[in-house]
């Protein structure tokens, strides 16, 4: 959320897709409950072989477009099982809106599995948030070897970039997590030089159902997350030359 209203805030027209059954992304926009028209009931669609309509589901809320999660996408793993093609069925949504916007960010669930499968096929490339303690690090490690086999599903995928997240320079441990995946050859380059301090004015714009630029855009927290959009569009451009 923070990440896309920086990038709005420089200009960039996004839209953001919240495909966790936890709902935080749609909860932290101050959307308490999706309608009928949310990311569930459009991959039921395209499930059942029709293309859903999925400008109908986009809610407008702080100059930024977002299609709503909702709890019912935690049936979504087993009724998709059957379903032949379910893998690309986000990248064929997805298609007919790509062009509309600069950037489609997908807040995908911290489980692998086919929800998370979706999210990657339809993506050109991850951003891989990261407490800087050592349990996300092993998780880090272990999604290295997930990602190297959905990238047969989907070869063009690449990963942008790690972002260390609720950093306190006042912790040892955090440089020593840092410390260690700068030493690891595959991790290390794709660390993000933007880190995400622990800020209260970041949790407090939560509980407002605002992003930190509405919420205090003179707070820590939002000077990291606008350093965090330019240094992103600054890997893309890199990465498109």
Known sequence: M???AALRDIGKKVLLLDLDPQNNLTQALGIESASDENIYQLLKTAAGGTRPDITAAIVHKNGMDLIPGTLDLAHAELELVS???REQLLQEMLASVRDKYNYILIDCPPAIGMLTVNALVAS???IMPMQAEFLPLRGLQSFMRFYNRVKKLN????ILGILITRYDTRVGMSQKVIDEILEEKTLGPRLFDTKIRINNALAKAQEHGQ???TFDPASNGAMNYMA???EVQSRLETASV
């Open 83 to 85: 379903v032949y093609g």
């Open 155 to 158: 070869p063009a995928l690449a």
């Open 124 to 126: 050109d490339y991850i």
């Open 228 to 230: 965090l959009a330019f």
């Open 211 to 213: 992003d930190i630029f």
């Open 2 to 4: 923070n990440l896309a």
